[in-house]
């Protein structure tokens, strides 16, 4: 199946946060396309982003391996160094925008203990 036939689907079937779901990773993937400076990555994102190809390619791209590798060194050196009132002001955000997205319900609680 088709990326965007799952977009469709999902949509079709109602299910909370679908529109979220089919739009925040398309924003993600131009986002990212827009700041590589590989060539041959910009060109697999923009197949992706246009349906041309499927997002399962990205995986054994090692454009897009490096981009990855270099986000999550980032993000665990973020988790590691960041202060407990970052971590919950994190942990907010995400419920804030899991609730607006339909994701979660307002009784929800994310917690950040063991991050």
């Known amino acids: 199946m088709s990326d965007s036939t799952y977009d469709s689907q999902m949509m079709a079937a109602g299910q909370p946060g679908a529109d979220w ?8 993937l131009t986002a990212l396309r827009d700041r590589t400076d590989d060539p041959e990555l910009r060109a697999l994102l923009g197949d992706v982003i246009e349906g041309r190809r499927p997002v399962r ?3 054994s ?3 897009f391996g490096r981009v990855a590798e270099a986000g999550l060194t980032a993000y665990r050196h973020f988790l590691e160094t960041a202060s407990s ?10 419920q804030r925008q899991g609730v607006a997205a ?10 950040v203990e063991g991050m």
């Open 21 to 28: 779901f089919a739009d925040t990773p398309r924003r993600s």
């Open 61 to 63: 791209s090692a454009g």
């Open 102 to 111: 339909g994701i979660l319900s307002l009784n929800q609680n994310i917690s």
């Open 85 to 94: 009132q970052e971590l919950a002001a994190l942990a907010q955000e995400a």
């Open 57 to 59: 390619d990205l995986a």
